[in-house]
């Protein structure tokens, strides 16, 4: 494939060598990563609580600034897709699949199995179960994309720079210098945190399809199943990433948004409704008033609480860290033509909403059953926790199936995502990069993927994609300065520009009186 860069041969090398690990020694990969994920939890739990912050006041700055009037794009480009489309893109993959299953495990491990700082199965509890999903699902999350998205978006559609990580640092080190090893070294990390997420979902994904299926229609929970199930979707988002990005995924993530809020619906009617409406008004005014709390909460004097931050939102802020290559990537490719305001309010507060909505109907919908002692759901695994959940409402054989096609569409749409920004990242920042280049990283990606599975690697795997966002962290902070330094140029020169162009626009005045 002449039209790849040699980022595409660092990264499938390293891949190959993890991959290699994970399949020879899975329980050495584990045991070497989740010691080094340990360390970084403990020894940086403040820097990623205070950069995460940083990022997001950032966020919130651009809103209301003169920068907010800037377009993601050229003055008279306009947005390539519709207000709901967009939305319903950018939340597909920024979500995805997690949101289907977390919407209710979470809120339940919190409420009784592992509670931020109460009771289990307290009142206090149940409340602060539901505002620390908030909290872990909301625009801490989307300021993290942001920043990378909008760095992308801006040097790409309006400088027209390479659509790649190591571009958007140009203002900063030079182009030399990001078109050097430097540069190659930024891109290949960024397409090592992608390759090795997407894989890690894709083998989770599998497991989780498998086991709703198996609950719901016993048919076999096995590595054979899950390949099948593996094979399946590959076929599907290949399809639909050969389509193109305004076809294929386009159109599965407006279905799958209709069939998300349908589902919504429908467990919102048959569920305990007033519940659900008391608990979200209830903790989203928690959240609002703990805001600050949460964010910096780090528990130095417990020990207990300190570790249940390590497991949770520390991770979670790693986690979408590690993710903001691929979701940032994706975001800019679909944000061209709207202004700086408009794509910050977009990306930040809307899809936070939708996830703070899910959070109440299926949180509260969990919560209610083990609350009244109906069924047991915390002793039940993630992958059916959800399943578990809607059996026991009317019309629950109905909503499991809309699920687990919900879950499928997910599934190929977050890996369709992946296969073009893989395809960018190894084009020198194409934004229409060849199908072969899509096809060939989304074979890599499932059959990684099937391996990981096969051979249990993916918790090593995972801990790998945590350890690969602490110095991608580094670059996103230097992404924000650099958008920062060019914006504040360009703010200075257009009155510069206006006022040429008025006392041109005078002199050839004065000559024609």
């Not at 199965?121 to 801490?140: D, V």
């Not at 759901?377 to 409402?393: D, K, M, P, R």
Request: aromatic share 14%; hydrophobic share 50%.
């Amino acid at each position: 494939m002449k039209e790849v860069s040699s980022v595409f041969w660092y990264a499938l090398a390293i891949c190959v060598v993890l991959v290699v690990w994970g399949a020879v020694a899975p329980e050495h990969l584990q045991t070497v990563s989740s010691d080094v994920t340990s360390y970084i939890s403990e020894a940086f739990g403040w820097y990623y609580l205070l950069i995460i912050m940083l990022l997001l006041a950032f966020c919130i700055y651009l809103i209301f600034s003169r920068f907010g009037k800037i377009k993601l794009g050229k003055e008279d480009d306009k947005p390539e897709f519709k207000l709901a489309t967009w939305f319903a893109m950018l939340f597909s993959a920024g979500m995805g699949i997690g949101l289907v299953f977390w919407t209710t495990a979470e809120p339940i491990s919190h409420a009784f199995k592992s509670p931020p700082g109460a009771e289990a199965g307290s009142n206090e509890a149940i409340r602060q179960s539901l505002q620390y999903s908030f909290f872990h699902w909301g625009i801490h999350a989307w300021a993290v994309y942001g920043v990378v998205a909008l760095a992308l978006a801006y040097f790409k559609f309006r400088k027209d720079f390479p659509g790649l990580i190591s571009a958007t640092l140009i203002p900063i080190f030079g182009e030399k210098s990001m078109k050097g090893m430097p540069g190659r070294l930024i891109d290949t990390l960024t397409v090592f945190a992608t390759v090795v997420g997407v894989a890690s979902t894709l083998g989770f994904g599998s497991a989780q399809i498998n086991g709703g299926l198996s609950y719901l229609f016993n048919t076999p929970n096995t590595f054979g199943m899950q390949l099948l199930i593996l094979a399946v979707a590959t076929v599907l988002f290949i399809f639909s990433a050969w389509s193109g990005i305004g076809k294929g995924i386009k159109y599965l993530s407006n279905v799958n948004m209709g069939l998300g809020f349908a589902l919504l619906l429908m467990l919102f009617i048959v569920g305990p409704t007033l519940y659900i409406l008391n608990m979200f008004t209830t903790t989203l005014g928690g959240y609002i008033a703990n805001f600050f709390d949460m964010s910096f909460r780090l528990s130095p004097l417990n020990e207990q609480g300190r570790t249940w931050i390590d497991s949770w939102t520390i991770f979670y802020w790693a986690w979408w860290v590690s993710w903001a290559p691929f979701v940032g990537i994706f975001i800019a490719r679909i944000s061209k033509g709207r202004t700086i305001k408009e794509f910050m309010l977009g990306v930040l507060f809307v899809p936070a909403l939708v996830c703070f909505i899910f959070f109440a109907v299926f949180g509260v919908s969990a919560i209610n059953i083990e609350q009244n002692g109906i069924d047991a759901i915390s002793n039940y695994s993630l992958e059916t926790t959800t399943f578990g959940v809607l059996q026991h409402y009317p019309l629950g054989e109905i909503m499991s199936l809309i699920t687990i096609v919900v879950i499928a569409i997910f599934f190929i749409t977050s890996a369709d995502s992946a296969t073009f920004v893989l395809g960018m990242l190894t084009t020198s920042g194409s934004i229409n990069p060849a199908n072969s280049v899509k096809i060939t990283w989304g074979l890599a990606m499932s059959a990684m993927a099937a391996i990981i599975v096969y051979f249990g690697g993916t918790p090593g795997l995972q801990n790998m994609l945590i350890i690969a966002a602490l110095p991608f962290s580094v670059v996103m902070l230097l992404m924000g300065g650099s958008f920062y330094k060019a914006a504040k140029q360009e703010i200075v020169k257009e009155p510069r520009r206006r006022d040429r162009k008025k006392k041109k626009q005078e002199e050839l005045h004065t000559k024609i009186s």
